[in-house]
């Protein structure tokens, strides 16, 4: 499969613990996007990568949440104390530079208990 | 003001009806047009790109008005597999590059 890989599918942990998820972008790709979305809502940008320099942050992105890309191949996103609110489906999407549209992966969905 | 607004829904159309979405956004630089579809609980998936002169791609149809800030897509002779959520994605142009979505328009497409 090449298409775009997220690990894990599905986290379910305590308010207070640290999470971290994975996304294996399209090999070619070099741009790599991180979303959030709740339910009835469309995606909410996170954070955008262009090879392993991260380019932009929303500005509604806490200090609790960090992006890395190491290499400008897989990145990781890394939700500290996490709080109930944090519950949501975290996307991972890649595209071409510049975007001809980017491609989702299937998503991690975490729920914050 | 939301950047990307899109009607809600949810549209209910019989099989076979041609229906239409809009979206309108703020940002008059926009550079990039897309519109994706999402189906209950998967990942959005992208269904076309839209271009300034209007673009085709079987039974769905994209055109895109710059001046009025708007973009459209128009499916004709409805399946019920047409289905889902459909997303119209902004892409604006300046040192900001991501791609903004719009919450979405339901679709039903009725036996």
Redesign the interface.
């Known amino acids: 499969d090449t298409g775009v890989s997220q690990n894990p599918r599905h986290k379910i942990t305590k308010r207070g613990q640290n999470v971290t998820f994975r996304c294996d972008p399209i090999s070619e790709h070099n741009r790599l996007y991180w979303y959030r979305q709740t339910l009835g809502q469309g995606p909410e940008f996170l954070t955008y990568f262009q090879n392993e320099a991260q380019l932009e942050k929303s500005r509604l992105l806490s200090d609790r949440f960090s992006a890395e890309r190491p290499k400008g191949s897989f990145s990781t996103l890394e939700i500290q104390r996490t709080e109930q609110g944090d519950s949501a489906m975290y996307l991972c999407a890649s595209s071409f530079s510049p975007p001809m549209g980017a491609f989702f992966g299937q998503g991690t969905r975490l729920t914050v208990v | 003001r939301k950047e990307?607004e899109q009607d809600?829904g949810p549209f209910n159309v019989p099989e076979g009806a041609t229906v239409a979405f809009n979206c309108t956004y703020s940002n008059s630089a926009s550079q990039?047009f897309?519109w994706y579809r999402q189906d209950c609980r998967?990942?959005?998936?992208?269904l076309m790109?839209v271009y300034s002169s209007g673009n085709e791609d079987g039974r769905f149809t994209a055109q895109l008005n710059r001046a009025s800030q708007y973009i459209s897509l128009l499916i004709r002779d409805s399946k019920l597999s047409d289905s889902a959520t459909y997303?119209c994605v902004v892409?604006f142009s300046g040192?900001?590059?991501?791609?903004?979505?719009?919450?979405?328009t339901q679709l039903t497409v009725l036996p």
């Open positions: 990307v809600p990039s897309f998967k990942e959005p998936k992208l790109s997303l892409q040192s900001a590059r991501q791609l903004t979505f719009g919450s979405g």
